[in-house]
């Protein structure tokens, strides 16, 4: 094997060590990491060696040896004396759901009040914790916690309740069911009313000496702070923490919309107030579980590559409950559109496929009371609403999610090959089939096609099509491949033929002996994509002697294993227009010395353009780069002289410094 899913164990065959595999990250993992995350063992892949080379290295785990959650945990209760309230700044053990749990997805900020994330929480009388709100990454669950995945313990969990004294209810939330109880773990299970997105996570600080002053809050001072744990705050020189809170690992700081992996105990909350008094719809029978899910304390968090488009989801959470058993209809709707940016210009995302999860533990859905539930899935968007009313004796409840999936796709693709052959193509296959299908989900249209699982070469291919493809100088050949995540190939070899087979690109080893190596009959274009998710592979047409060419045929080789393939074709390069757009960042300053840039860019291709930058005649800088200038009040005007453009002009409009008020007697 080589070459990995994301979210994945591996070693390589020589080695015992493991490591948990996320994206293009690997984390090492100790025996005592296996036991702490009850992953299992048997899920460990043994892959090739030197596969793990091109994965980065981050750590697992903050480097001293007590952790966050060791210490935060069964402290003595808070207490009130004449000087005022005094916090351990601990939590409780009662509420705690397991302590050590692994989270990955986006810091954000859940809504407009939400400060840029991470945030110290900090008061007068000290830093209570640093907080991390992180929206969850429902592949990342699915493929730790879910059916099939690396850690399977969380389906015999259960929620304890805050206050403890409740049912306690079961973490699994989706079927099927044994005993009455759902025993799959699913996003629904990470959810609680109060937290429809995501996990909010905190990181308690340990006070070296008491806070506080007479009659206010204080924090008991616990002595020093275990070894290794750092002080990294000017504001409060008695906060320690086990690590950096902003620069975990060493590198730049963490900021909202970065993906991180973040790990610690898993806590529930409540809504702050009476624990007696019903705190909002959800806080009453048949269960109580009415706030939200915590990691509380974190014991690491970490930012790594976020994943591509095409394994990114949207996820839309409901909890929907009437204020009491009678009155009117409560209704919940909204658009699910993706929350993050195609990657070029001339991309867009569309809607791949989506999932709606309902939440089948008790109380959280009232059957009787569910009015309407729909699902209106568009190119751009998924539409969703729920409608419940009260019954007469029971609220109206509904609880669920859905997982929206992407694709990314190029306004600029000539597709050759999408739910059919191109006219005229002649089937062929060498120990392969010709088989198109709809399982696994296709990644566009409604069929794919599968290179059956066999050892050594087997391929298939046509030849003979006269609806030809043809290709341009610049133009890029791409096809889409899924590799089996359980049988992934040693090679994957896309072949093109005009007249002859003489044009080949392969990734992986080099398995297939045909052709020259090194030249357009056998190119070597890197390493195995990622199994297990959709992967655009990219040719440049020259690179495999196509450019200018007509092609008849195309072969889909594989040396071992198993893919399927999809949606394939040739992408041309938004064409240069010759004309610059041209631009002053910022546009306008005040006067006196300024630093501005002035852009040029063709306004084609959106490519940068190099030349100079005149004011008056004289040459000021280069273009695309930052320059200082004394300006007065006008509007300045610079000549942007390129190679093989005309020349352009761009627009700096200064205006005057205030003046100061005058003196008055």
Known sequence: MMTLPSVSLARESSSRQAFLVVGDTKFPLTGDDFTSLMLQSDKVRVVEDGTLSRYTERPSRASPSVRATDVFFGCPDDFVSFTGKWHYNCQDRRNRVLPDVLVAGWLWQPSGETPPQPFVNEYWHGIEDIHYEVRYDSVFLERMYGPGGLCSYLSVVSYPGNPADQPRLSFAAGPPFVAGRPTTVTLDSWILPGNLQGIHGEMNSWHVHNTGGLFTRHFVGRGPAPDGWVNPFSGDTGAYFPFHPFHPDGRGPLRTGDYVLMRGALWEDRWHGDPAAVLDPWDTPPTRHHAW??????????????????????????????????????????????????????????????????????????????????????????????????????????????????????????????????????????TDTWLWTAEPAPFHGALLHRSVRADGMHQHYFLGATERLRVADDDVLFAYVLLDPDAPPDEVMLQWRTTEWLHRAYWGADRLPWGTPGTAERRHLGALPPSGEWVRLEVPAQAVGLGGAEINGMAFTLSGGAAVWDYAGAWSPVPKSGVLRTSVRPASVREGERSVTVLAHDSGDGSPVAGRVLLEGTDVAATNTRFTGVYDPDVHTFTIVCPNYPQATAELRVSALPKPPPDRA
């Open 293 to 430: 899910l915590e990691m509380h304390p974190v014991d690491w968090i970490v930012k790594i590559r976020e994943p591509g488009p095409n394994l990114r989801t949207t996820t839309a959470c409901c909890a929907l409950c009437t204020p009491s058993t009678t009155g009117d209809q409560a209704d919940w709707g909204m658009s699910v559109r993706p929350d993050f940016a195609p990657s070029s210009s001339t991309r867009r995302i569309e809607v791949r496929g989506v999932r709606r999860l309902e939440d089948r533990r008790n109380g959280m859905i009232n059957p009787a009371g569910v009015r309407a539930v729909t699902t209106q899935a568009h190119p751009d968007r998924v539409d969703v609403a729920v409608s419940v009313a009260p019954t007469g004796n029971e609220q109206g409840r509904y609880k669920g999610s859905w997982i929206v999936e992407w694709r990314e796709l190029d306004s600029r693709d000539r597709i050759w090959i999408d739910d059919r052959l191109p006219a005229g193509a002649q089937q062929y296959t060498d």
